[in-house]
């Protein structure tokens, strides 16, 4: 378990993660479900030491910082569970009172599917910095 992927094309992502690429910078690459829940996964793209996982953890709050700003929801969730996946990941979910599963957990759940906050999202990180 916890393989690190060194191959952060966005088809070899897309296709162990059977997710969607959205982003990549020189820490990480961003993938997400299809849902109308917007839930992403943090992919880190190199071994994990101290001072990497520090930066790497900044990055994610800055990152859920930044889509709260742009009003992706008012509370959002940060794990890192991969118990399906051998890959090392990390999931930041975006929640709100009134979504289809609140406030049980999104994992195991049946979420209804949707490009449209996979679009947004890549819309959004047009301008993350």
Not at 30 to 48: S, Y
Not at 64 to 88: D, F, R, S, W
Not at 106 to 118: E, K
Request: hydrophobic content about 35%; some cysteine; overall charge negative.
């Amino acid at each position: 378990m916890d393989i690190i992927i060194t191959d952060h094309s966005p088809k070899n992502l897309e296709e162990k993660f059977e997710n969607r690429f959205l982003y990549q910078n020189n820490d990480y690459s961003l993938m997400c479900e299809e849902t109308e829940i917007p839930w992403l996964q943090i992919i880190p793209n190199r071994p994990l030491d101290e001072k990497y996982v520090a930066t790497l953890y900044g990055e994610i709050f800055r990152l859920a910082e930044y889509l709260k700003g742009k009003g992706l929801g008012p509370h959002y969730n940060v794990a890192k569970i991969g118990n399906k996946l051998p890959y090392y990941h990390i999931h930041l979910v975006f929640r709100k009172v009134d979504d289809e599963v609140w406030p049980e957990p999104v994992w195991n759940q049946t979420l209804t599917q949707s490009a449209y906050i996979a679009n947004t999202l890549k819309e959004l990180l047009a301008s993350f910095q």
